[in-house]
């Protein structure tokens, strides 16, 4: 699989999912040897007939449609260094698109699409761009507040893949931890980007004490509802 996409290429996804006002998500496959590793975007309305758009995946037409009837793609965000595989292709098709990536990505986004912000422009009283702490700058979060909570979008710091489907993901899921059993922290993950445990517990924990906390949605696997908070003190606890 090529790090950057060239052109309009759609891989394995399913339908768009509105988990709140709003808030679309779906849920693709990257096709790996003996089966395939999922990934998710995410696309929150914001302000102004506006969209953002977190962890591009290129869809079927249909769905592109229902994103740009939600409003005009304005923000890109690349939330880290491997989720760049269709940022050129999403460029390309959206020129006026504005690309966001946290600060240590840049270099690595930069390969893919020139990026024009490293914190939030997002200009929107509901969604806030995060630059996650304790993980040396590489990851963006969203947080978005809507009248029924909260939700969190993260990205490669919590994976919840319960359903790994082949035996390459399988293997893989289990080997490197990706919430395969519960979500966690990817072991690899915790190895090349966490440095400051004590920081990034503290994000763990003050999303956890929000009251209206409703889901958090990963960039691997299954949306986390109803124990989000839950979730969240079980992995500020493994970093303590």
Do not use: C
Not at 85 to 111: H, N, S, T
């Amino acid at each position: 699989m090529p790090a950057i996409l060239e052109k309009w290429e759609i891989m394995p996804h399913d339908d768009l999912v509105e988990v709140d006002d709003g808030v679309l998500t779906v849920a693709g496959k990257i096709r790996m040897p003996l089966g395939n590793f999922p990934r998710r975007m995410t696309v929150v309305r914001l302000t102004a007939g506006r969209t953002a758009i977190y962890s591009a995946i290129a869809l079927n037409e249909p769905e592109m449609r229902r994103i740009e009837a939600m409003g005009a793609p304005a923000f890109l965000i690349v939330p880290g260094d491997h989720h760049r595989l269709d940022a050129r292709i999403w460029k390309q098709r959206y020129p006026d698109i504005r690309v966001i990536a946290p600060p240590g990505a840049v270099e690595a986004v930069e390969e893919a699409v020139h990026v024009d912000a490293t914190g939030d422009i997002l200009d929107d009283p509901d969604t806030k761009l995060v630059i996650m702490p304790g993980a040396g700058g590489h990851e963006a979060a969203l947080e978005i507040r809507r009248a029924s909570g909260l939700t969190i979008v993260a990205n490669d710091l919590i994976a919840n893949v319960a359903h790994p489907h082949g035996i390459g993901a399988q293997i893989m899921a289990r080997l490197m931890g990706f919430g395969v059993s519960e979500p966690q922290i990817p072991r690899v993950v915790r190895h090349l980007i966490v440095e400051d445990k004590v920081a990034l517990a503290q994000q763990f924990a003050d999303w956890a004490a929000e009251p209206d906390l409703r889901r958090i949605v990963v960039s691997h696997g299954d949306v986390i509802e109803g124990n989000a908070a839950e979730v969240l003190r079980t992995l500020a606890d493994a970093l303590n």
